[in-house]
């Protein structure tokens, strides 16, 4: 029998079959106008057919036979694995840990011999609010990577209408903390562009302090990124994630936005930094780990996070919604020997509550 490749080999993924599949089906949809209609002869001109060339009942085949034959080459289709929150505390430990240096000039020498210093104290802060906003949002990494300052609003409790929000500047959250709580503020994220709604009507991300849970609070880490941006430009306007510059800056231009490779480059090397093998993970494993954490942690229904997420409410591929929750490929919740036993170990207290049973 046929043995698994080793992960050192690079592999032609059924994932990439199907993402060439849908580039050439949308250039002859798009492009030259062909539509999304099956590829079929014309009914009354012989030898003439209409439709999508991509979707021919021939490709639908030979993507049918492609996934059995990577099945039976132990290559079977794999999502990535999930961000879970223990890991996203990691990296805010290890972010947070950082020393506050101005790093100069890096040689090849000197990368060698200190492969922690690809990054400094800035650079982590920027990834930990791209993974935190990936996360928390359900977004797509190209549709993070395209948020700006202008589609940042910070927002603070009226204290004379109740349930009023008011736009704020980030230096009231900062500084004023005799009138105003943290709990007090909250930030309003509008997306100009998102794949699910490509002809508008995006609903806002209403994100709120989360006290409980440090590393996963997006208004702390949008506050904190607002003060080193700051630092380094007068006037924040343009992308909010910005193109590395050596070890610990940022470009300047407000056009040079992070590309998605130096992401995933960036993201790798963060996981190496907490001891992680970075192999099983990819650019879309905070959407994913958004998803687990809305519905085993914070306890939302499939209905919420649909919404949230801006998925279809009505459940029409319900498939889609358990691809994100589970696969074989994340990290393991409960050994299955504890599954029945009425003295397993407890879980961390619920922050609402104070339970440690494995019910909350």
Not at 58 to 84: G, I, P
Not at 133 to 138: D, H, K, N, Q, Y
Not at 156 to 182: A, C, G, H, Q, Y
Not at 211 to 216: A, I, Y
């Amino acid at each position: 029998m046929d043995k698994a490749k080793a992960p050192s080999i690079p592999r032609a993924t059924y994932g990439t079959a199907q993402k060439m599949r849908a580039a050439v089906s949308h250039k002859f949809g798009r492009d030259h106008k062909l539509g999304t209609q099956l590829w079929l002869e014309h009914p009354t001109i012989t030898g003439k057919f209409i439709g999508n060339p991509s979707l021919s009942v021939t490709v639908s085949q030979y993507m049918v036979s492609l996934r059995h034959r990577k099945v039976r080459a132990w290559e079977a289709v794999t999502s990535a694995r999930a961000m879970d929150e223990a890991t996203m505390k990691r990296l805010w430990d290890f972010a947070w840990a950082t020393p506050h240096k101005e790093y100069g000039p890096m040689s090849c020498k000197r990368k060698a011999e200190n492969p922690a210093e690809w990054a400094g104290f800035v650079i982590r802060t920027m990834l930990l609010l791209l993974y935190l906003v990936s996360m928390i949002c359900l977004l797509c990494y190209d549709e993070a990577l395209r948020i700006t300052w202008a589609d940042i609003t910070f927002q603070v409790k009226d204290k004379v209408i109740k349930d009023n929000w008011l736009d704020t500047s980030t230096e009231l959250f900062l500084r004023d903390t005799t009138m105003f709580r943290p709990a007090d503020f909250r930030v309003k994220l509008e997306l100009p562009f998102r794949k699910t709604h490509q002809y508008g009507g995006i609903a806002p991300f209403y994100l709120y302090p989360d006290e409980e849970r440090p590393w996963m609070c997006l208004v702390r880490m949008f506050a904190a990124w607002w003060v080193l941006a700051r630092e380094r430009c007068e006037h924040l306007n343009g992308f909010i994630f910005r193109k590395k510059i050596s070890t610990d800056s940022i470009s300047m231009n407000l056009t040079d936005g992070m590309t998605s490779d130096a992401f995933l480059e960036c993201f790798c090397n963060n996981l190496l930094d907490i001891g992680v093998d970075p192999r099983p993970y990819g650019t879309h494993s905070f959407r994913r780990g958004g998803c687990q954490f809305l519905y085993k942690v914070c306890r939302w229904d499939f209905r919420d996070i649909c919404d949230w997420g801006g998925w279809a409410k009505n459940f029409d591929n319900p498939g889609t919604i358990f691809k994100y929750l589970l696969s074989w490929n994340d990290n393991p919740r409960e050994q299955r020997e504890h599954y029945m036993n009425p003295n397993r170990p407890r879980k961390d207290p619920c922050h609402a509550c104070g339970r440690t049973c494995h019910c909350a």
